[in-house]
């Protein structure tokens, strides 16, 4: 079983900066990939960015060149760094965890509670 612990949510202003970390934590599991999903009110949930064990990076086009995502692998934790935020990021934020549960013998998607950021004046 995996724990994900967001931090970082908050009201910023358009054009500046944030960022959000999420910790991983449980026993007797591998993370083979960790990202941001966001949901808007009155939107899906969507993939914000992805980075694999091996450190490959996926971002949705709309965040792409402003949003950089990274990882302290010897923490399991994962970051997103925001810049040049815009209202249209205004969502909650949550850590994604794809890993590898050895007790299961199975690769199971886990998601934390979620983070609000408001990009607001």
């Known amino acids: 079983q995996v724990q994900l612990m967001e931090s970082g949510g908050g009201l910023v202003q358009p054009g500046g900066f944030h960022e959000l970390s999420c910790d991983a934590s449980g026993s007797h599991f591998s993370i083979n990939s960790m990202g941001w999903y966001r949901q808007a009110p009155g939107k899906e949930r969507e993939l914000v960015a992805r980075?694999?064990?091996?450190?490959?990076?996926n971002y949705a086009d709309s965040v792409k060149g402003r949003f950089i995502i990274d990882r302290d692998k010897s923490k399991n934790t994962v970051y997103l760094k925001m810049y040049s935020l815009e209202p249209e990021d205004t969502a909650v934020y949550y850590c994604?965890?794809?890993?590898?549960?050895?007790?299961?013998?199975?690769?199971?998607?886990?998601w934390g509670q979620g983070t609000r950021v408001t990009v607001s004046s």
């Open positions: 994604n965890a794809e890993a590898f549960d050895e007790r299961l013998g199975a690769t199971a998607n886990y």
């Open positions: 980075i694999t064990f091996s450190d490959t990076r």
